[in-house]
């Protein structure tokens, strides 16, 4: 690059030409090289360039986010940690590396490419905000999120006026302060959401309250920003000032009032279960560069209209979750990466400490001094409205978190000459310490499997008798809910022993940022979110058909991530004091054809195996193969030995904890004239068992024989195996020779492993257990459904306290006899 300047702007340069202003010449890249073996370097071509900026950008972010991923860091600190690294703090401090990767004239193009990165960013999270949660946030969320904007402005606007002779004159005008100040209190939503999805929080009660507090605090810093952008233009000339708030005022009506039909009018005509139409799609991203484009144009900052755009549209689905599914990847994996390349290319800690510390210091006691008071005067309000101060604190730090947005103000506050470039690194660095430090404190600090952690019996076991049974049954779809509807059935709830059943339809979070939880009883509006709920118009239909006296039916609907799902699971149970949870295993099976084997969904799945750890009572998971256990009668009408009796079930009594609350549930059933019962209890040829489970096993089977020695419709038997082999021999047989329809098995606590030598590594679903696992596989063979019981663990903090638990079972059976 050649650069030539006329020093005396007055005289003629050697051309003959009066060159009123200064000329610099630059090599202009041209766009594909003809390749290496013609002796050119593709650095010195555009497109090749730019490939390689994107690579790299992009490698170097992953490579970070998986050094920080054991440091409980989230993915923010290691994308703004890649900008600064390859920026002119650390390798951009290298000429070479500078000029040939990023040289000046190829960061137009990163630059503009950056921008779009944060304006399809703040899209996407307009499109998943729910600005309803500020109705129905209450008066704690309204109050903590007052508190947490206005006791952090006040406090910085205090130290800046005390502090103002030491700062640079555009800082330390009225209107910086006030934007600088009121910008750090606001807790930003796009920021707060993906920090709490990767710790998991987004279900647990702190990061409900902290979602709504960003919701309400989002809506307080839009409007500071409008304000901050009035004032500027006004500095200038007030006609200025009037210009740009009517076209701020015509801009949003539009947005809010015809863009808003326009996309509800998409909604309407998409057929339910369908994806919006590819073309509409196109059309709305093409909107947020239009919405650029004129919030560019009027002066306002460029991402604002984006947000806007984001907000009409409905969210979840069809048009919210389509449009994050099918543009989320793009933005996140590849426009964002340039984002925090341009965040690294303007921070220089260099330029920082020549500058000196004189002129920081006010910027750097502002900062701090908001983060300190933000945090304590949210904590504050937390304790005035009884939060435990744990919780408290955990909030606090929550809605402290820094990311996106603040860099994004930072980069504007650049443009407008508010601040340089020693402040911005200054910023930049402040940004990266408060969310380092404040995530894994928050990761510390709170386990929202805490409240589940209880020490009370909670068992179909230990279970008073004729008194009301309470049980959560959770739906995931359609198909299952027959299945779980005649296992209510069949457990027989009388007017002695009645059913209270807690239904909870299990939706996946698409398309929106807050976990919804609705409670059809006292919900006033939830066709907002379901607007036909065909699995609770099933349940409906059933309760109708029962007395209420006998089975009553609360329904729930939960639309939450997969991973965090467990949470309003467990919550439901333990609120509500259930003593099981009933969850359908995932399969799909076509047909009816014997021997299918039994496709199911890993995040569901995962789904399972979080409840069994997390739960507060027992839990029974059922695979309900190929529809036999809804339709008893299909296709074995010629093997029913028994011609008196509709159902046929038999119990794998391989003993322990798990296997002890499986025969408690059978003995609901056994008393159902409809149902006949088998009972096969398996012992160890070697007589190798733990002598306190062999006494717990003894006297719970004792119980159940005493209890129903006079039914003829159950039939106890014992078999004796020397090892696995045997013991799955043993069950072949049993199904070989008999059709059941359904086989009922403890799930692992406590099995002699006698019993199971040689099968430790057969296991696939780990949610079922080994021989649980065996029957609903393929090679088992028929299509009879299977239920799996697992008994409550009592938990001291997350450790089970076995020896208070066999003490209490050895009380339970003693007082039943």
């Not at 630059?111 to 499109?127: C, D, E, P, Q, T």
């Not at 062999?694 to 006079?710: A, M, P, R």
Request: glycine share 6%; hydrophobic share 45%.
């Amino acid at each position: 690059m050649v650069d030539v300047r006329a020093d005396d702007l007055s005289k003629p340069f050697n051309d003959g030409v009066i060159y009123r202003f200064p000329l610099t010449c630059k090599k202009i890249h041209r766009a594909h090289t003809v390749g290496i073996f013609y002796g050119e370097s593709p650095l010195q071509y555009s497109f090749t360039l730019i490939m390689l900026e994107v690579i790299f950008v992009v490698f170097t972010t992953w490579i970070l986010r998986f050094l920080l991923k054991p440091l409980k860091q989230p993915r923010i600190i290691s994308e703004i940690i890649g900008g600064v690294i390859i920026g002119p703090s650390v390798l951009g401090r290298n000429k070479n590396f500078s000029e040939k990767i990023f040289p000046e004239d190829a960061q137009y193009v990163l630059r503009n490419i950056a921008i779009m990165g944060f304006m399809y960013f703040l899209f996407l999270a307009g499109v998943r905000m729910d600005l309803t949660l500020i109705k129905r946030s209450g008066k704690r969320e309204v109050y903590i999120s007052l508190f947490g904007f206005i006791v952090p402005t006040m406090t910085m606007t205090i130290v800046a006026f005390l502090t103002r002779k030491w700062m640079d004159p555009d800082l330390a005008k009225t209107s910086s302060i006030i934007a600088i100040s009121s910008a750090i209190a606001v807790t930003s939503f796009p920021v707060l959401y993906p920090v709490l999805k990767d710790l998991n929080l987004l279900c647990s009660e702190v990061g409900r309250i902290a979602m709504s507090l960003s919701v309400v605090s989002a809506v307080i810093g839009l409007n500071g920003i409008v304000a901050f952008e009035a004032v500027k233009q006004g500095e200038g000339e007030g006609l200025d000032a009037l210009w740009f708030l009517l076209s701020l005022i015509i801009l949003l009506t539009f947005i809010f009032t015809v863009i808003q039909r326009v996309m509800t009018w998409i909604v309407d005509r998409t057929p339910e279960g369908k994806p919006v139409n590819q073309g509409l799609v196109v059309g709305i991203l093409l909107g947020v560069m239009i919405m650029g484009f004129l919030t560019d144009m009027f002066g306002m900052a460029i991402a604002n209209g984006s947000l806007w755009l984001g907000l009409v549209i409905p969210d979840g689905p069809p048009l919210g979750a389509t449009l994050i599914e099918r543009t989320e990847t793009i933005v996140l994996e590849f426009l964002m990466p340039f984002s925090f390349a341009l965040v690294g290319l303007y921070t220089n800690v260099y330029v920082m400490a020549d500058m000196g510390w004189t002129s920081l210091v006010p910027l750097l006691a502002m900062a701090l001094t908001g983060y300190v008071a933000k945090i304590v005067g949210t904590l504050l309000t937390c304790l005035y409205f009884e939060m435990p101060f744990r919780d408290g604190l955990t909030l606090s730090l929550m809605v402290s978190l820094r990311g996106q947005v603040e860099l994004l103000l930072f980069i504007h506050w650049l443009d407008k000459k508010l601040i340089q470039i020693p402040h911005f690194t200054l910023l930049v660095f402040t940004t990266i310490a408060i969310t380092a430090v404040a995530t894994p404190l928050i990761n510390f600090l709170y386990d929202p499997s805490r409240p589940y952690m209880v020490n009370q019996r909670r068992t179909i076991q230990h279970h008073p008798p004729n008194t009301e049974l309470r049980l959560v049954v959770c739906v995931y779809e359609q198909d299952t809910v027959a299945g779980l509807i005649n296992l209510l059935e069949v457990s027989y709830p009388t007017l002695s022993s009645p059913f209270s059943v807690y239904a909870l339809h299990l939706v996946d979070l698409m398309g929106r940022a807050v976990p919804v939880f609705l409670d059809y009883e006292n919900e006033h509006d939830p066709a907002k979110y379901t607007h036909q709920d065909t699995i609770l118009d099933a349940l409906k239909l059933y309760q109708e058909s029962r007395s209420t006296a006998e089975i009553k039916f609360h329904t729930f609907t939960t639309m939450a991530p997969m991973r965090s799902m467990y949470q309003d699971i467990c919550e439901l149970a333990m609120e509500n004091k259930a003593s099981i949870i009933i969850l359908p295993f995932h399969n799909d099976c076509p047909g009816n054809v014997g021997g299918t084997e039994v496709i199911h969904n890993r995040e569901v799945h995962s789904v399972n195996l979080e409840v069994l750890d997390h739960a507060p009572c027992s839990v029974g998971i059922l695979v309900d193969k190929n529809k036999s256990f809804r339709n008893p009668f299909a296709g074995c009408s010629m093997r029913r030995p028994h011609s008196y009796s509709i159902h046929h079930y038999v119990i794998l009594f391989l003993g322990g904890a798990d296997a002890r609350e499986a025969l408690a549930f059978a003995d609901r059933m056994a008393g159902n004239p409809e149902v006949t019962l088998t009972v096969i209890r398996f012992l160890s040829h070697y007589h190798e068992d733990d002598e306190m489970e062999k006494k717990l096993d003894d006297g719970v089977v004792t119980w159940f024989w005493v209890k129903n020695e006079g039914n003829t419709r159950v039939i106890y038997r014992e078999v004796v195996v020397s090892n696995g082999a045997e013991t799955v021999a043993t069950v072949q047989t049993l199904n070989d020779d008999t059709y059941y329809d359904l086989w009922i098995v403890g799930r692992k606590q406590g099995i002699n492993p006698v019993l199971l030598e040689g099968l430790e590594n057969w296991s696939e679903n780990h949610e079922l257990g080994v021989i649980g696992d065996y029957i609903a596989s393929s090679d088992f063979g028929g299509t009879a459904s299977v239920l799996v019981v697992h008994q409550q663990i009592l938990r001291d903090h997350g450790t089970t306290t076995t020896a208070t638990s066999k003490k209490f079972v050895c009380t339970s059976v003693l007082s039943q006899f």
